[in-house]
């Protein structure tokens, strides 16, 4: 996964991978894998291994600060960059997994993950 975007290079960019929708967003705890990487590069790129052929959703937040939460604003508009697999358009809410959902048919699946600054 290449995730680009990035407003600076502070901190480091964070991804959750979940194969089911259930936990996806709000129980990062219910996630298949997850992992940091420095976001000293424009471009960090991320790759999670040994995954089964299926269906998988990524949620990533650049944690410019290092805190290791999602810092939010009034009516929890995210202060912090953030972005999803499929690049889902967020308009009023947060993509489902279904709308986030990608399929992995074999081990050279690469996919870029766009992200977002609302503040």
């Known amino acids: 996964m290449t995730?680009?975007?990035l407003r600076n290079q502070n901190g480091q960019v964070c991804l959750?991978?979940?194969?089911?929708g259930e936990g996806f967003l709000n129980r990062v705890?219910?996630?298949l894998d997850s992992c940091c990487s420095s976001a000293k590069t424009a471009s960090p790129t991320v790759t999670f291994n040994n995954l089964n052929p299926g269906n998988y959703?990524?949620?990533v937040i650049h944690h410019?600060?290092?805190d290791g939460k999602l810092n939010t604003g009034l009516f929890g508009i995210p202060r912090e960059g953030f972005g999803f697999s499929r690049n889902h358009q967020i308009l009023t809410s947060a993509p489902s997994f279904g709308?986030?959902?990608i399929a992995v048919t074999n081990a050279n699946t690469t996919i870029q993950i766009q992200l977002k600054y609302f503040l």
């Open 16 to 20: 959750s991978l979940f194969a089911k």
């Open 29 to 31: 705890d219910r996630a």
């Open 3 to 5: 995730i680009s975007g």
């Open 64 to 66: 410019a600060n290092e």
């Open 57 to 59: 959703a990524v949620a």
């Open 99 to 101: 709308d986030a959902a």
